[in-house]
């Protein structure tokens, strides 16, 4: 399952991967995937997230069920309600990555956001150094209202991302990225 990635290989070689079933990692992996994001810079040392485990199918079922909600309390119609109930199935883990934003002189809410974010990604480098594969989703799910107090997000923080995680079903080919050159100035 370990592939010895280094450091700057992971950085440079990490990769999105939609297709994920089961194994997910196990509970002594998932508490290595979450200190990971410990781990992230965070001004002030706020630790302006919060995570919430959804694994297995009896959790699973819990999320398909919330985001139907979300979908019904919008009047959403059949297609889109069945297409929300199967969100949560496209991996056997998925860690809710959400703020929880602290007040602090000299640390605004964007700053928190970002280090939430860090952590996210933090995440999911962990999870492709140990040899699952990820992905990053928000959608209309990670900004509903219903979604968030089901979860037990206050309205004033924010859901950051689903953190999909599992076994890749295959291997996804390296992708050429673009050259950084284009995104660089000197001053
Ligand atoms: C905040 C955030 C939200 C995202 N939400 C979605 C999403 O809802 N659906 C999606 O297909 N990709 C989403 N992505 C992008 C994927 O996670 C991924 O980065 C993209 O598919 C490119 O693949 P790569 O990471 O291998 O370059 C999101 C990325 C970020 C940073």
Redesign the pocket.
């Known amino acids: 399952m370990y592939e010895l990635l280094s450091a700057q290989e992971l950085l440079l070689h990490?990769?999105?991967?939609?297709k994920l079933i089961a194994p997910a990692p196990n509970d002594e992996l998932i508490a290595t995937i979450c200190a990971s994001a410990m781990a992230v810079p965070d001004h002030g040392a706020l630790t302006p997230w919060h995570f919430t485990i959804v694994k297995g199918e009896a959790s699973l079922k819990k999320l398909s069920d919330i985001f139907v909600s979300a979908i019904e309390a919008e009047q959403g119609d059949e297609i889109k309600i069945s297409k929300a109930a199967k969100m949560p199935y496209r991996a056997p883990l998925i860690i809710v990555v959400s703020t929880q934003y602290k007040d602090h002189p000299k640390v605004p809410k964007q700053e928190q956001l970002v280090a939430a974010?860090c952590a996210?990604?933090a995440m999911?480098m962990s999870a492709y150094c140990l040899g699952y594969g990820a992905?990053?989703?928000?959608?209309d799910m990670?900004y509903s209202q219903t979604v968030k107090q089901q979860l037990g997000v206050s309205l004033d923080n924010d859901i950051?991302?689903?953190l999909y995680i599992g076994t890749p079903e295959k291997t996804?080919p390296p992708?050429q990225?673009k050259p950084a050159e284009e995104y660089i100035t000197l001053l």
């Open positions: 990490r990769i999105s991967n939609p974010g996210a990604h999911q992905m990053w989703r928000t959608g990670a950051v991302g689903f996804i992708k990225r």
